[in-house]
T-cell receptor, first 115, second 118 residues
């Protein structure tokens, strides 16, 4: 079942602006991952942040994780038209003996970057 | 690096026929693979967990007799949509977890398969 909720559901910005997307989740996690999906295409893994990390950077991406609030944010700086896509957070829950670990996806944010 | 290959990427079939989608882990062995479904403008929903050498575990609301999963080897899982109907048209994507210590227990996704039932 889905446990992640993302906001906003849709975000439209001008090229060059920063885009911030948030993700909240419910259970304890090992890590949280952000994915990107262009319309009609598969998933592209962007970044993984572990439960003991608070912030991580990758190029123009900055991810934060607050395990006390069970929330994460993805910041895309200096956005480009090519960043237009859907962005999903996915949680990798704590593993319990006998259970198969799988990613649970949030509802996603549709980002539109206007040229 | 490790890759998960999914085939076919797109398939169109007639209503009432069955369609098979393959998911292969190319560089690692995966005892467990996962099948997700995504309807337009929605998120990915886990359908089932495919276990090598045993029965798949289906999520609530997913018909196991309609979505047949076979995980006959450590590198291949197949999803067969039986007696497909237009409402089964969707994007199906698989993932596999590389549990080797070298990989850091990373999960990889296939490119996905677009199924259109006409």
């Amino acid at each position: 079942s889905q446990q992640g909720e993302e906001d906003p559901q849709a975000l439209s910005i001008q090229e060059g602006e920063n885009a911030t997307m948030n993700c909240s989740y419910k259970t304890s996690i090992n890590n949280l991952q952000w994915y990107r999906q262009n319309s009609g295409r598969g998933l592209v893994h962007l970044i993984l942040i572990r439960s003991n990390e608070r912030e991580k950077h990758s190029g123009r991406l900055r991810v934060t994780l607050d395990t006390s609030k069970k929330s994460s944010s993805l910041l895309i700086t200096a956005s480009r038209a090519a960043d237009t896509a859907s962005y999903f957070c996915a949680t990798d829950a704590e593993w319990w003996e006998g259970s198969a670990r799988q990613l649970t996806f949030g509802s996603g944010t549709q980002l539109t970057v206007l040229p | 690096g490790a890759v998960v290959s999914q085939h076919p990427s797109r398939v169109i079939c007639k209503s009432g026929t069955s369609v098979k989608i393959e998911c292969r882990s190319l560089d690692f062995q995966a005892t467990t693979m996962f099948w997700y479904r995504q309807f337009p403008k929605q998120s990915l929903m886990l359908m089932a967990t495919s276990n090598e050498g045993s029965k798949a575990t289906y999520e609530q609301g997913v018909e196991k007799d309609k979505f047949l999963i076979n995980h006959a080897s450590l590198t291949l899982s197949t999803l067969t949509v039986t007696s497909a109907h237009p409402e089964d048209s969707s994007f199906y994507i698989c993932s596999a977890r590389d549990t080797s210590s070298f990989s850091g227990n990373t999960i990889y996704f296939g490119e996905g398969s677009w199924l259109t039932v006409v």
